[in-house]
């Protein structure tokens, strides 16, 4: 009986790495399915678990970043960190300014370094996009970029194994 727990536990701590995982800024869906498949998850379960971890910081960052970011800028300490954020990321907004929701779910969905929900909220954030439109938009975006990166980590764990 003591191993049909131990078992469960292994496998919900291997779930709770993927999903925590698909959460940290920059490495986010794009590496958590990886991370899941080579941990031994089918490559949709490590995307529909990378998918669910990677939006859970999305709603907070909506919500909360701007109040904080303008808190932090009136200490010494973090002014020139949230500066240094605001302007990277307002240099890649070009196209969300332009073509709004749209633009933003493109954004996210292009599986490149930068490009990710936490970009994609921040700048939606300091654009002061409504949360109707943003949430949205960073929701189908990122399950655009998880199917591509599920069928590119697929077909290369394939390639591997083959």
């Not at 794009?30 to 998850?41: E, Q």
């Not at 960052?61 to 932090?72: E, K, V």
């Not at 973090?78 to 300014?97: C, D, P, W, Y």
């Amino acid at each position: 009986m003591s191993s049909y727990i131990s078992q469960i536990f292994n496998f919900l701590s291997i779930e709770f790495t993927v999903m925590l995982t698909a959460a940290l800024p920059i490495i986010e869906l794009r590496g958590a399915i990886p991370v899941g498949i080579s941990l031994g998850l089918s490559p949709i379960h490590a995307t529909v678990l990378s998918f669910i971890g990677s939006m859970i910081p999305v709603p907070f960052i909506l919500f909360t970043i701007r109040p904080i970011f303008n808190y932090l800028k009136k200490t010494k300490t973090f002014e020139k960190i949230v500066n240094r954020l605001t302007n990277r990321s307002m240099a890649k907004s070009g196209k969300i300014q332009k073509y709004g929701a749209w633009g933003l779910l493109v954004f996210v969905a292009i599986p490149l370094p930068g490009t990710g929900v936490w970009s994609g909220s921040l700048i939606a954030a300091l654009l002061d996009m409504r949360f109707k439109w943003a949430f949205p938009a960073i929701f189908v975006g990122n399950l655009i970029a998880g199917v591509l990166i599920m069928a590119l980590s697929n077909g290369v764990v394939s390639v591997i194994n083959g």
